[in-house]
């Protein structure tokens, strides 16, 4: 595989070697590996960054592998975003995984087909793996047009990160002008978001997720998102650093992936599928559902795996 693929481990060797595994089989030209460091307080932090580091040794295949490990914690936003930096410095497009995103194997075909099509095409800042339909088929088509980026794998261009902002600068304008509601053309959306990003710009949260998101809608992009879903994360539970511990059983742990077809069948537009934006919005991020609705739907998710 020509892509390069930005690999992002920390210090949990297990599913590290599950992604890692999956790299393997596809056997990227270039893999860029970016590693944050321990944390002084963490007992055994040290030794377990070091075991999981050491899984990249095992590359057995026809690869230029280069490392940005950093010696002190940075933390998630600032280790990410530096060496997503780093990493698109060095490339004009990658694919992106993280240390517990397992994609299923035709994500990389996905995303190496869909980041020489859309180029040069400004109105597309990413193209993930991750689907949380959960059986709705939202498009007859191989994907569909999202305002949401998700980061559990995805695929993006130079061309579009150089627009991240990680000081989040316009956001005092935008906030006070009310854009994100230009943006989203909902209030109450609108009203959880400003929330979102204002916790985040006060150092509410150590997330780079969102500062991407603000990003990309501050320039009107547009994702790509599979007609089904392509990633499963691993990652819930006690030994995670930015998933929840209770969590562990959400409905987004662990979540079943199916093969996309080739050759993929491009929509022959380019707009945001609304149903399901508005479906994830109250799903996903800021569920008001009732008490009979939210029994449906978990009766529903339940039965999707």
Not at 84 to 96: G, K, M, P, Q, R
């Amino acid at each position: 595989m020509k892509t390069p693929i930005a690999f992002v481990i920390f210090k949990r060797s297990d599913t590290t070697q599950k992604v890692f595994d999956s790299i393997r089989q596809a056997k990227p030209s270039k893999l860029l590996v970016i590693a944050d460091g321990p944390r002084s307080d963490y007992p055994n932090e040290a030794k377990k960054c070091a075991e999981t580091r050491a899984i990249i040794d095992q590359v057995d295949w026809d690869c230029e592998v280069l490392t940005n490990y950093s010696e002190v914690n940075l933390g998630c936003a600032k280790r990410v975003a530096t060496g997503l930096d780093w990493a698109f410095d060095l490339a004009e497009e990658a694919i992106v995984l993280e240390d517990d995103c397992v994609p299923h194997p035709t994500f990389f075909q996905f995303c190496e087909e869909l980041l020489e099509y859309y180029r040069n095409d400004q109105r597309v800042m990413a193209i993930a793996a991750k689907n949380v339909q959960f059986g709705r088929r939202r498009t007859d088509y191989s994907y569909y047009f999202s305002r949401y980026n998700h980061c559990w794998g995805w695929a993006s261009w130079r061309r579009a990160w150089q627009h991240f902002d990680f000081d989040m600068t316009l956001w005092p304008e935008a906030k006070s002008k009310n854009i994100l509601l230009d943006i989203l053309g909902d209030q109450r959306a609108a009203s959880y978001w400003t929330r979102i990003f204002q916790s985040t710009y006060e150092g509410g949260n150590n997330s780079w997720a969102y500062r991407w998101m603000l990003s990309c809608w501050l320039q009107n992009g547009l994702s790509i998102l599979p007609s089904h879903n392509l990633v499963s994360n691993l990652g819930f539970g006690a030994d995670a650093t930015n998933t929840i511990t209770s969590s562990k059983n959400s409905h987004y742990a662990n979540m079943v992936t199916e093969k996309m077809a080739f050759p993929l069948r491009h929509p022959p537009y380019i707009t945001r599928n609304r149903c399901a934006d508005d479906f994830e919005q109250n799903t996903l991020f800021n569920p008001t559902l009732t008490n009979r609705a939210k029994a449906k739907l978990s009766r529903i998710l339940k039965n999707s795996f």
